[in-house]
């Protein structure tokens, strides 16, 4: 038990928010972000975040609080919340899913891999605007159309 309790704290210090002062209002949300990310919910609609922290009772953040809440969250790194207009509809509880989503957007070349039929395609999605059936048809490889996804992610 002594060497549990002594990793947990080892691993609390190496935390970048340790020593910051946070408020208390600020855990039941956090654990329940945690949560999201335990059950691999990666992406969440800022309203369906905001029901969670209404459901906090004294605890739950006013719309002010939330905002700062979202905003300092993003700049530990904890998720990623943009308050422009457009996107600020959506919070992305695991930065790292993120990054994933847009790997499948954005390849560079020196991660193309090597197979000789898939790197045909990826300087014609480079350049265009294909979609999966356009490539399919100019191409009419089954196998890469069945290797598209794999490309592309």
Same mark, same amino acid.
């Given at each position: ?14 935390? $970048? ?5 946070? $408020? ?15 059950? +691999? ?30 905003? /300092? ?21 695991? $930065? ?20 000789? +039929?898939? /790197? +045909? ?13 356009? %490539? ?7 196998? %890469? ?9």
């Amino acid at each position: 038990m002594q060497n549990l309790t002594r990793y947990l704290v080892e691993l609390a210090f190496l935390q $970048p928010s340790w020593g910051q002062q946070m $408020p208390v209002a600020w855990v039941p949300l956090e654990l329940q972000i945690s949560e999201m990310k335990t059950d +691999e919910r990666y992406f969440v609609r800022k309203s369906e975040l905001q029901k969670v922290n209404l459901e906090n009772g004294d605890l739950a953040l006013t719309d002010a609080q939330f905002e700062n809440f979202l905003k /300092i969250q993003h700049s530990l790194g904890k998720l990623l919340y943009f308050g422009e207009h457009g996107i600020d509809n959506f919070i992305v509880v695991q $930065p790292s899913a993120f990054v994933n989503v847009m790997r499948s957007f954005v390849t560079d070349e020196l991660f193309w891999p090597k197979d000789a +039929e898939i /790197i +045909e395609i990826l300087p014609v999605l480079s350049r265009t605007e294909y979609s999966v059936e356009q %490539i399919y048809i100019n191409y009419g490889n089954k196998r %890469i159309s069945n290797n598209l996804y794999q490309v592309m992610t």
